[in-house]
């Protein structure tokens, strides 16, 4: 289950996620992105999108992780509500996306998200994986 709570900042959204491993708290950070851009409750799973996505470092798969995200679903028009990370190896991780086209009419559509960026970046492990970002809106 993933976890996530928007917090505030100034000009942007910050969005910190967390989970027993680093892997939940990616679809964590990428289901709150989602919140952020949509009412998830109102997408449903029609579609699986397979997303592979190879980074230099953590911290850096961190960003190229949402930052893809945001590019599918604006070049396919998407929206997505459920992420699965079904292989993380070194600074690379593939992943199974859940959602549908976006649909105005039915989808309660928030502000866009332009981009994450590395303002604040932090990728921390104690007791669990905690991530948190600002994204560009």
Same mark, same amino acid.
Request: glycine share 8%; proline share 2%.
């Given at each position: 289950?993933?976890?996530?709570?928007?917090?505030?900042?100034? @000009? /942007? !959204?910050?969005?910190?996620?967390?989970?027993?491993?680093?892997?939940?708290? &990616? +679809? =964590?950070?990428?289901?709150?992105?989602?919140?952020?851009?949509?009412?998830?409750?109102?997408?449903?799973?029609?579609?699986?999108?397979?997303?592979?996505?190879?980074?230099?470092?953590?911290?850096?798969?961190?960003?190229?992780?949402?930052?893809?995200?945001?590019?599918? @679903? /604006? !070049?396919?028009?998407?929206?997505?509500?459920?992420?699965?990370?079904?292989? &993380? +190896? =070194?600074?690379?991780?593939?992943?199974?996306?859940?959602?549908?086209?976006?649909?105005?009419?039915?989808?309660?559509?928030?502000?866009?998200?332009?981009?994450?960026?590395?303002?604040?970046?932090?990728?921390?492990?104690?007791?669990?994986?905690?991530?948190?970002?600002?994204? /560009? !809106?």
């Amino acid at each position: 289950m993933a976890h996530f709570e928007i917090i505030d900042h100034a @000009a /942007d !959204i910050g969005l910190a996620a967390w989970g027993e491993t680093f892997e939940e708290a &990616l +679809a =964590g950070l990428a289901e709150g992105m989602f919140s952020i851009m949509a009412d998830l409750g109102t997408i449903e799973e029609r579609l699986c999108r397979k997303v592979k996505v190879e980074s230099p470092d953590q911290e850096s798969l961190v960003v190229d992780w949402l930052n893809e995200l945001l590019y599918i @679903a /604006d !070049i396919e028009r998407l929206v997505f509500c459920r992420f699965e990370i079904t292989g &993380l +190896a =070194g600074c690379g991780l593939l992943a199974e996306c859940h959602g549908e086209r976006i649909d105005p009419a039915k989808h309660r559509l928030g502000p866009a998200v332009k981009a994450a960026t590395y303002h604040m970046l932090a990728v921390e492990r104690g007791d669990c994986y905690r991530i948190k970002v600002i994204l /560009d !809106i």
